[in-house]
């Protein structure tokens, strides 16, 4: 996967489980760039996982503290849709 900007992200995959009888959700996180994709079966936005959301922030963020990187820019997340998920991991 190709960025915009002529580098390449470094995308690490995370199944996170809801807890909600086994429902799972695929979360990708682009650590360098601060951007979360995550693919949801089910309607909604992250706010149904509130702690899906505190470990992956924690994690980013404590990723770019050791790299030293000094953007604080917030963390945005991006709801993949299940139509365009297979794009999206090609």
Do not use: C, E
Request: aromatic residues 14%.
């Amino acid at each position: 996967m190709v960025a915009g900007d002529n580098t390449t992200p470094s995308l690490y995959f995370l199944p996170f489980n809801s807890g909600n009888g086994g429902h799972w959700v695929l979360v990708a996180m682009d650590l360098s760039r601060l951007m979360v994709y995550y693919l949801d079966s089910l309607p909604g936005n992250w706010s149904k996982y509130p702690s899906m959301k505190k470990t992956v922030d924690a994690t980013i963020l404590k990723f770019r503290s050791k790299k030293n990187y000094r953007n604080r820019k917030d963390i945005t997340w991006v709801r993949v849709q299940m139509g365009k998920a297979l794009r999206f991991l090609a």
